[in-house]
T-cell receptor
């Protein structure tokens, strides 16, 4: 039973355009969400996060949107650059600011940004 | 560089053997997490330690165990290894009461 789902295994966009990566979750107890980027042969790198009390968080070219009623979040990358090509993981936690912060990960979406 | 180190980078061993994976968290981080990434399962949470004590347990097999030492480094012990244990094992750490976890480069375990 997958609690965090990334239904698109891959996404291809042109350099300079917007990349939109989507994530759905089923557990209404999740109250903190994170996006990670992963290059081959490296560990996941933290990108951006959002708590359930917000609906948007922005950091440079990266914006995360949260729609709690739909149990859906998305990561927007504008403008996309070839260096953004990587696998992006959505993750969720039930314990925002607590001491049991284990993350539940989606299976990832492979983003390819073409020059 | 996340500041989290893991050794060894690669490990090849035979079925039935036992191995130990080591992780050093970022300076000052008290929480250490272990995750397993296999081809078809994505990143699966195994276990969390906080300041030396086990804090949360995920899908960790009984053949696997972990501990966190007084200097906060952690070890994941995998015993009676099976072919299906072949995977990438990641360690992550986080600061007190923060959810952002920082991952090490991983240990690739191959069981033959």
């Amino acid at each position: 039973d997958q609690q965090v789902k990334q239904n698109s295994p891959s996404l291809s966009v042109q350099e300079g355009r917007i990349s939109i990566l989507n994530c759905d979750y089923t557990n209404s107890m999740f109250d903190y969400f994170l996006w990670y980027k992963k290059y081959p042969a490296e560990g996941p790198t933290f990108l951006i996060s959002i708590s359930s009390i917000k609906d948007k968080n922005e950091d440079g070219r990266f914006t995360v949107f949260l729609n709690k009623s739909a149990k859906h979040l998305s990561l927007h990358i504008v403008p996309s650059q070839p260096g953004d090509s990587a696998v992006y993981f959505c993750a969720a936690s039930e314990d925002y600011g607590g001491s049991q912060g284990n993350l539940i990960f989606g299976k990832g979406t492979k983003l390819s940004v073409k020059p | 560089d996340s500041g989290v180190t893991q050794t060894p980078k690669h490990l090849i061993t035979a079925t039935g053997q036992r191995v130990t994976l080591r992780c050093s968290p970022r300076s000052g981080d008290l929480s250490v997490y272990w995750y397993q990434q296999s081809l078809d399962q994505g990143l699966q949470f195994l276990i969390q330690y906080y300041n030396g004590e086990e804090r949360a347990k995920g899908n960790i097999l009984e053949r696997f165990s972990a501990q966190q030492f007084p200097d906060l480094h952690s070890e994941l012990n995998l015993s009676s290894l099976e072919l299906g244990d072949s995977a990438l094992y990641f360690c992550a750490s986080s600061a007190h009461l923060r959810n952002e976890q920082y991952f090490g480069p991983g240990t690739r375990l191959t069981v033959t």
